[in-house]
């Protein structure tokens, strides 16, 4: 499954030929632009089947007893999801939403439209990757070919200058071994998308309320509308224009800074977590919207006290803590999996 068995993201395992029908699961990456995912199936396939599952064990209580997703978190998920689904239609496909575990949702649905492949883009903790192996392991049964993208990061999981288990553990260690690396050019969102196949006469299904996810509807009064966040691509994508166009927030260490204000931050770390907005998207739109933004190194970039570079510093951090989480996700899995054998030796 690309890099754990040693192929590269991005390479089919059967390359020659059309699929006739092709799944692409959506999870944390809740958008039509920058969807490598997406664009690879609506190119490599006669149909596309966009789905999303609702795993109910991410509803439950954890061991501590608390919610695992709370409600706000939850309603924000629900608009990125309806967004979603509206993004997808106006370009002539439409998101299939089940309530389920995942390795029988896709394996049911994967049987009653006949596909013979699945895209999506890989996550990085042990419970994501382990309920990729699941997924995959049923749907080979199936004869369905699996293939995973990355695209959660400003960096291509590729271009990095080191295995992702020799990953440096401080940040400094990895802004030194990237400052050479190119940001990849974000992918253009598909025009016009293949519609569902006929066969199987797969329903849409509708999008669960709170009260369905097993949570308690979200108070009107627990939210000032002013700090109001609705979730989805759209608004994403506005946000980002909006905070590009107006000035940077001062220096950090500027006497002026402060916690209030619109602009304070650019407040945009919801939409990216959803995946409602890539980083190489972020990254290309501050470049293109400001004068002050001259990108020679993007590590140098960073190195000034302006608005702009400030983000992108913030980017760098976030790459840092997941490939941080891809390398330690992948050891604990593999930990894990050696376990039943070291036994029974």
Same mark, same amino acid.
């Given at each position: 499954?690309?890099?754990?068995?040693?192929?590269?993201?991005?390479?089919?395992?059967?390359?020659?030929?059309?699929?006739?029908?092709?799944?692409?699961?959506?999870?944390?990456?809740?958008?039509?632009?920058?969807?490598?995912?997406?664009?690879?199936?609506?190119?490599?396939?006669?149909?596309?089947?966009?789905?999303?599952?609702?795993?109910?064990?991410?509803?439950?209580?954890?061991?501590?007893?608390?919610?695992?997703?709370?409600?706000?978190?939850?309603?924000?998920?629900?608009?990125?999801?309806?967004?979603?689904?509206?993004?997808?239609?106006?370009?002539?496909?439409?998101?299939?939403?089940?309530?389920?575990?995942?390795?029988?949702?896709?394996?049911?649905?994967?049987?009653?439209?006949?596909?013979?492949?699945?895209?999506?883009?890989?996550?990085?903790?042990?419970?994501?990757?382990?309920?990729?192996?699941?997924?995959?392991?049923?749907?080979?049964?199936?004869?369905?070919?699996?293939?995973?993208?990355?695209?959660?990061?400003?960096?291509?999981?590729?271009?990095?200058?080191?295995?992702?288990?020799?990953?440096?553990?401080?940040?400094?260690?990895?802004?030194?071994?990237?400052?050479?690396?190119?940001?990849?050019?974000?992918?253009?969102?598909?025009?016009?998308?293949?519609?569902?196949?006929?066969?199987?006469?797969?329903?849409?299904?509708?999008?669960?309320?709170?009260?369905?996810?097993?949570?308690?509807?979200?108070?009107?009064?627990?939210?000032?509308?002013?700090?109001?966040?609705?979730?989805?691509?759209?608004?994403?994508?506005?946000?980002?224009?909006?905070?590009?166009?107006?000035?940077?927030?001062?220096?950090?260490?500027?006497?002026?800074?402060?916690?209030?204000?619109?602009?304070?931050?650019?407040?945009?770390?919801?939409?990216?977590?959803?995946?409602?907005?890539?980083?190489?998207?972020? =990254? !290309?739109? /501050?470049?293109?919207?400001?004068? *002050? #933004? +001259?990108?020679?190194?993007?590590? %140098?970039?960073?190195?000034?006290?302006?608005?702009?570079?400030?983000?992108? =510093? !913030?980017? /760098?951090?976030?790459?840092?803590? *997941? #490939? +941080?989480?891809?390398?330690?996700? %992948?050891?604990?899995?593999?930990?894990?999996?050696?376990?039943?054998?070291?036994?029974?030796?």
């Amino acid at each position: 499954m690309l890099p754990r068995s040693g192929r590269r993201y991005g390479n089919p395992a059967a390359g020659a030929g059309m699929r006739r029908a092709s799944i692409v699961w959506f999870r944390n990456d809740l958008r039509v632009h920058d969807n490598e995912a997406l664009a690879a199936a609506n190119k490599e396939s006669l149909s596309v089947i966009p789905v999303y599952c609702f795993d109910p064990k991410d509803y439950g209580k954890s061991a501590s007893g608390f919610d695992k997703t709370g409600p706000y978190r939850a309603k924000f998920l629900v608009e990125c999801v309806a967004n979603l689904r509206d993004n997808l239609r106006e370009r002539g496909s439409e998101l299939v939403v089940r309530i389920g575990n995942p390795v029988e949702v896709l394996s049911t649905i994967a049987k009653a439209v006949g596909a013979d492949g699945l895209y999506a883009h890989q996550e990085v903790s042990s419970e994501e990757l382990g309920m990729e192996d699941k997924v995959t392991s049923a749907l080979k049964d199936q004869n369905v070919d699996v293939k995973f993208f990355w695209g959660s990061t400003l960096f291509h999981v590729d271009d990095l200058p080191f295995k992702v288990e020799d990953m440096p553990s401080n940040y400094g260690g990895f802004r030194d071994k990237v400052k050479d690396v190119q940001v990849r050019a974000a992918t253009e969102a598909p025009k016009q998308l293949k519609g569902l196949p006929s066969q199987g006469d797969v329903k849409a299904g509708d999008i669960p309320s709170l009260q369905e996810l097993g949570l308690s509807p979200v108070s009107a009064a627990g939210q000032h509308k002013r700090n109001r966040m609705i979730g989805g691509e759209v608004e994403a994508l506005k946000r980002l224009k909006s905070f590009s166009l107006v000035s940077p927030p001062p220096s950090k260490g500027g006497k002026e800074n402060s916690i209030y204000g619109a602009n304070f931050s650019s407040k945009i770390s919801p939409w990216l977590a959803m995946g409602c907005l890539s980083p190489r998207k972020m =990254f !290309e739109d /501050l470049k293109k919207t400001t004068s *002050r #933004f +001259v990108l020679d190194s993007l590590v %140098a970039s960073t190195s000034g006290d302006s608005g702009m570079q400030w983000l992108v =510093f !913030e980017l /760098l951090w976030r790459d840092f803590f *997941r #490939f +941080v989480t891809k390398k330690h996700g %992948a050891a604990k899995k593999t930990q894990t999996e050696a376990v039943p054998a070291m036994a029974c030796a």
